[in-house]
């Protein structure tokens, strides 16, 4: 049983991949931080479901959160990504789509069977929480497309891996309601 789970959903799966080192260092306001302490959390959406967003905060980092105004031709979404990394981690959308593509699936463009993946992404504020270039690619959401599974980890994993609020430890969560 997922327990209380997002992907009690029908057809809702969710896969992660981060990279957090043993030894860490959190950077402060005279010296850099060091090693890896970042990822990305995929939900995958079945065909047809509806989604929407609210975008809230004074500096938020999203990527085609705009196509979910239910003013616009799109309707939903094949998957959405929450990436550490902010603005840089936008990058990790680019390998879930391109892993969609591969099986077929986004917005049928013609009748060679040409689609556009839908996959609006929003980011956290992550980078000093370790060093600074190490955040988020392509790569890292390629492979948490490829982690998606309906049972799956919560907690310092994925996009949670480096969330902070203040000097308090962030993580990914999920619930759901029948």
Not at 75 to 83: E, K, S, T
Not at 121 to 129: R, T
Request: charged share 15%; aromatic share 4%.
């Amino acid at each position: 049983s997922a327990g209380n789970r997002i992907s009690e959903v029908a057809g809702i799966t969710v896969g992660h991949h981060h990279r957090l080192d043993d030894d860490v260092v959190l950077a402060t306001a005279t010296e850099p931080g060091s090693g890896w302490a970042t990822g990305v959390t995929v939900v995958r959406l079945p065909q047809g479901a509806t989604t929407a967003v609210d975008v809230r905060g004074g500096g938020p980092g999203t990527r085609e959160t705009d196509l979910l105004d239910p003013v616009n031709t799109v309707r939903g979404a094949d998957a959405i990504v929450l990436a550490g990394g902010s603005a840089y981690g936008l990058a990790a959308a680019d390998g879930v789509m391109l892993g969609l593509e591969a099986t077929g699936t986004g917005l049928p463009m013609d009748r060679q069977g040409h689609v556009v993946p839908i996959v609006p992404a929003a980011v956290i504020f992550d980078l000093p929480v370790g060093r600074w270039e190490n955040r988020p690619t392509a790569e890292f959401g390629a492979k948490a497309l490829a982690d998606a599974r309906e049972v799956f980890s919560i907690g310092t994993v994925g996009a949670g891996v480096g969330a902070r609020a203040g000097a308090l430890k962030g993580g990914v969560g999920t619930a759901s309601i029948t």
